[in-house]
């Protein structure tokens, strides 16, 4: 067995002997705890036993550096990298990816048989498995868990969760036998602090030794944010200066905003934070870097890095972010100012972190930090074998009290949630290799599915306390022995005999104006209502003083009999959600000619080999041939709209687009149309954007504009054109790839990928 040069934890020896013993496992430990060095364990044996392992991650951002880090510690030769735009040595023993990545292995699509694919792995590592609740791509973690082959180990690490040992036992019964390693233990614990502007040049320990709110920590005092005082008050230089002088130095001080981390930075333009011996060495690093990356040159944040200060965020270039990264790891940057992106596995530990508030604005308005984000982000302080304690400050503001913060820091972490959700491409890949109801099968070992009991738990609670309300409601005694049912019927019988009563009258006082005496039908309806009044008189009913509250219970016995029924109608419904999704999304590609008998056709092949936002969508756009004649710059221009999400509304571009770009999106928004009808009839919501504000701007960078040209053109940040132009170029490389489509398109798309992919666009 490989002998690391430092002994290792309780925790770590119990994973490394499950590895040993061939068993797969779930590691759930705390942010910084260790648990690389598990992962580390299972390369080398790979290496040793001359097997592979594919290490997977979230982001394209972390394979990069894992990829970096693992060929300068097992050799160059050893490690690969596949990313989704990215191939580099991918027969090696070792091969770092991102996760969706070894998705599309397991589907068998275009990037090869699964056979070759999987050839001699026997390991997978799934770093950061805690991203099965990222809304959008959690769905990516399940699928590769359930597709995985069972001789195959799983080694998914895991940052701290309520609900470990659901997630292991899913594992567990969907693909082979898996030991949950847990553990609370921080090898460098944390110690929480307040910092309160009423004493600006301290920070205060958040909670006393028995785990009660610090009685010294007042509330912050309501102002107004544009008043002189505010303006004049600068918290951030205050604590940066407090972290300065207790030597709690260097630390991510981690904000919600883009525009708040570069303003932030700005405010301690005065700072000066490095030794004049780390002065140089930023100098000589950042001179080494802007060599290869000369286009940095005249960049507005370098002045920053000069005095141990920077930004980093998705709104900067990949190149500069890199260099921030780089300095930041050598120790040269001492305070980063960052949003929650950096706490998602990039390797930038910090001695502390600084959290501006525990709220943050989302898309749907809003709300309180949860714990996890919270545990993830402080969990960045303490670097283990360098510090002996983190330090985690909280920052008061007006829109949160003390308490509230200290509750947040004594939370235990969420449970892991589902996102499974099928799409098109996996019901189009599942029918290539399985019969109808062995897909059903797949679908419902989703971790969803397996957790559905704790889903639908309220539902099931309140399904329970409307029988309790029903039964109790029926077990009142009638005082005549009386069953519902009489009650029942007797209250039928009276309303008939009002109605009777009612109609006999009328027919009396017609045959008096006419003169007319002993009346046929007078007669006969006087006899029936007598009839029903003497069937009324069995039930001893009108004579009852519990009369009306009985009537009122049957009223409310029905009302809760409805919602019972409904509820049961919507657990049922939510037992099968995933299932009644996958029969959706088939449905309509029925409709669209890519599925016969529960068969893929060939353009439903092509289908299944996409990757996007909505597979049919592009799919319907590539095989109507609406893109065959457009030239190179024309056809990323139209990607360029599709891989676009909705912006704010007042947003336009300031150039408009080439008239065959304009043309293609016109037809291409009919196509949008109909599948938008039928996907409204399945209860559908499947994003179809066509969003052309950037391309103008990918049209002008293709015929050799110069990026700083295309930067003045926009108000969106050189980060946000880097990622659209990068989305542009996956789609176009997949278009590249396809088989049965037009060849002249490929080469097409292939040049219009060479032309967008120089500097700054093409820096990893």
Same mark, same amino acid.
């Given at each position: 067995m490989y *002998?690391?040069?430092?002994?290792?934890?309780?925790?770590?020896?119990?994973? %490394?002997?499950?590895?040993?013993?061939?068993?797969?496992?779930?590691?759930?430990?705390?942010?910084? !705890?260790?648990?690389?060095?598990?992962?580390?364990?299972?390369?080398?044996?790979?290496?040793?036993?001359?097997?592979?392992?594919?290490?997977?991650?979230?982001?394209?951002?972390?394979?990069?550096? /894992?990829f970096y880090d693992f060929g300068k510690k097992y050799g160059e030769g050893n490690v690969g990298l596949l990313t989704g735009d990215t191939s580099i040595n991918r027969e090696a023993p070792v091969v770092v990816m991102t996760t969706e990545v070894f998705r599309n292995m397991l589907y068998n699509t275009n990037f090869?048989?699964?056979?070759? =694919?999987?050839?001699g792995v026997k390991y997978v590592v799934l770093d950061e498995v805690h991203y099965m609740n990222d809304e959008q791509r959690g769905t990516v973690w399940e699928e590769s868990i359930i597709y995985c082959p069972s001789n195959i180990q799983i080694i998914a690490l895991s940052a701290t969760i309520a609900n470990s040992k659901q997630l292991c036992d899913w594992i567990n019964t969907v693909h082979?036998?898996?030991?949950?390693?847990?553990?609370?233990?921080?090898?460098?614990?944390?110690?929480?602090?307040?910092?309160?502007? +009423?004493?600006?040049?301290?920070?205060?320990?958040?909670?006393?030794?028995?785990?009660?709110?610090?009685?010294?920590?007042?509330?912050?005092? /309501?102002?107004? &944010?544009?008043?002189?005082?505010?303006?004049?008050?600068?918290?951030?230089?205050?604590?940066?200066?407090?972290?300065?002088? *207790?030597? @709690? $130095?260097?630390?991510?001080?981690?904000?919600?905003?883009?525009?708040?981390?570069?303003?932030? @930075?700005?405010?301690?333009?005065?700072?000066?934070?490095?030794?004049?011996?780390?002065?140089?060495?930023?100098?000589?690093?950042?001179?080494?870097?802007?060599?290869d990356?000369?286009?940095?040159?005249? =960049?507005?944040? $370098?002045?920053?890095?000069? =005095?141990g200060i920077a930004s980093h965020h998705a709104g900067l270039l990949p190149a500069w972010k890199l260099l921030v990264e780089r300095l930041f790891q050598k120790g040269l940057i001492k305070v980063v100012f960052a949003t929650e992106t950096l706490a998602a596995g990039i390797n930038m530990p910090a001695r502390t972190t600084v959290i501006s508030a525990i709220s943050k604005r989302t898309d749907s308005g809003h709300r309180m930090l949860t714990a996890n984000e919270f545990l993830q982000m402080s969990g960045r302080a303490g670097r283990r074998g @360098?510090?002996?304690?983190?330090? %985690?400050?909280?920052?008061?503001?007006?829109?949160?009290?003390?308490?509230? %913060?200290?509750? $947040?820091?004594? +939370?235990?972490?969420?449970?892991?949630?589902?996102?499974?959700?099928?799409?098109?491409?996996?019901?189009?890949?599942?029918?290539?290799?399985?019969?109808?109801?062995?897909?059903?099968? &797949?679908?419902?070992?989703?971790?969803?599915?397996?957790?559905?009991?704790?889903?639908?738990?309220? @539902?099931?609670?309140?399904?329970?306390e409307y029988e309790k309300t029903i039964n109790k409601l029926k077990q009142e005694k009638c005082p005549f022995n009386h069953t519902n049912e009489d009650f029942i019927e007797f209250n039928k019988l009276k309303d008939k005999f009002i109605v009777f009563r009612k109609l006999t009258k009328t027919l009396l006082r017609q045959a008096k104006q006419k003169g007319q005496k002993n009346a046929p039908e007078v007669n006969e309806y006087s006899n029936k209502t007598k009839e029903i009044r003497n069937l009324m008189q069995k039930y001893n009913c009108e004579i009852c003083r519990g009369y009306?509250?009985?009537?009122?219970?049957?009223?409310?016995?029905?009302?809760?009999? *409805?919602?019972?029924?409904?509820?049961?109608?919507?657990?049922?419904?939510?037992?099968?959600?995933?299932?009644?999704?996958?029969? !959706?999304?088939?449905?309509?590609?029925?409709?669209?000619?890519? &599925?016969?008998?529960?068969?893929? &056709?060939?353009?439903?092949?092509?289908?299944?080999?996409?990757?996007?936002?909505?597979?049919?969508?592009?799919?319907?756009?590539?095989?109507?041939?609406?893109?065959d004649e457009l030239q190179p710059y024309e056809l990323a221009s139209v990607v360029c709209a599709l891989v676009t999400e909705d912006l704010r509304s007042d947003v336009y571009?300031?150039?408009? %687009?080439? /008239?065959?770009?304009?043309?293609?999106?016109?037809?291409?928004?009919?196509?949008?149309?109909r599948i938008a009808i039928e996907q409204r =009839?399945?209860?559908?919501?499947?994003?179809?954007?066509?969003?052309?504000?950037? +391309?103008?701007?990918?049209?002008?960078?293709?015929?050799?504009?110069?990026?700083?040209?295309?930067?003045?053109?926009?108000?969106? +940040?050189?980060?946000d054109i880097v990622r659209v132009f990068r989305r542009t170029v996956d789609v176009l490389r997949q278009l590249s790839s396809l088989p049965d489509i037009n060849e002249n398109l490929k080469e097409k798309a292939k040049e219009a990928v060479r032309s967008i992919l120089k500097e700054p666009v093409d820096a990893e």
């Open positions: *002998k690391f040069d430092f002994e290792l934890d309780d925790f770590q020896k119990e994973a %490394v002997e499950c590895i040993d013993n061939s068993k797969s496992i779930v590691v759930c430990a705390p942010t910084g !705890a260790g648990k690389t060095c598990i992962a580390e364990h299972a390369i080398h044996k790979a290496l040793e036993e001359n097997t592979r392992v594919f290490y997977t991650t979230p982001l394209k951002a972390l394979s990069n550096q /894992k090869g048989a699964l056979k070759d =694919n999987l050839r082979s036998q898996t030991e949950l390693i847990y553990t609370d233990f921080r090898p460098v614990p944390l110690r929480h602090y307040y910092f309160d502007s +009423s004493k600006p040049f301290d920070i205060l320990p958040l909670l006393t030794p028995e785990g009660r709110l610090n009685k010294k920590i007042k509330p912050e005092k /309501k102002v107004n &944010l544009y008043s002189r005082q505010a303006k004049k008050q600068n918290n951030v230089k205050n604590v940066i200066n407090v972290l300065k002088k *207790k030597d @709690m $130095l260097p630390a991510i001080f981690f904000t919600f905003s883009r525009k708040k981390c570069d303003e932030n @930075m700005e405010k301690c333009a005065d700072l000066n934070l490095i030794t004049q011996e780390e002065a140089k060495q930023i100098r000589l690093e950042i001179h080494d870097f802007l060599k990356h000369v286009y940095l040159e005249n =960049n507005k944040n $370098l002045e920053y890095l000069y =005095n @360098m510090d002996k304690i983190g330090n %985690v400050v909280v920052m008061g503001t007006q829109f949160q009290s003390p308490e509230e %913060v200290a509750e $947040l820091v004594k +939370s235990s972490a969420n449970p892991l949630e589902s996102r499974f959700s099928p799409s098109y491409s996996m019901v189009l890949n599942l029918l290539q290799n399985l019969e109808l109801e062995q897909a059903k099968e &797949l679908i419902l070992k989703s971790f969803g599915y397996f957790s559905s009991t704790d889903r639908l738990k309220p @539902m099931i609670l309140q399904q329970m009306k509250k009985h009537i009122k219970n049957l009223e409310i016995i029905n009302r809760y009999e *409805k919602r019972y029924k409904d509820l049961c109608k919507n657990i049922e419904h939510q037992k099968d959600i995933y299932w009644n999704k996958f029969l !959706a999304h088939k449905e309509i590609l029925e409709k669209f000619g890519y &599925l016969k008998d529960e068969t893929p &056709l060939e353009k439903g092949v092509v289908c299944s080999m996409i990757r996007a936002e909505n597979e049919l969508f592009l799919s319907e756009i590539i095989l109507k041939g609406i893109l571009p300031n150039q408009p %687009v080439s /008239k065959n770009t304009r043309k293609a999106l016109n037809k291409i928004k009919e196509i949008r149309k =009839n399945f209860d559908i919501n499947t994003p179809m954007y066509i969003n052309s504000y950037y +391309s103008p701007l990918i049209e002008q960078w293709i015929l050799e504009t110069p990026w700083e040209d295309i930067a003045k053109q926009t108000d969106s +940040s050189e980060g």
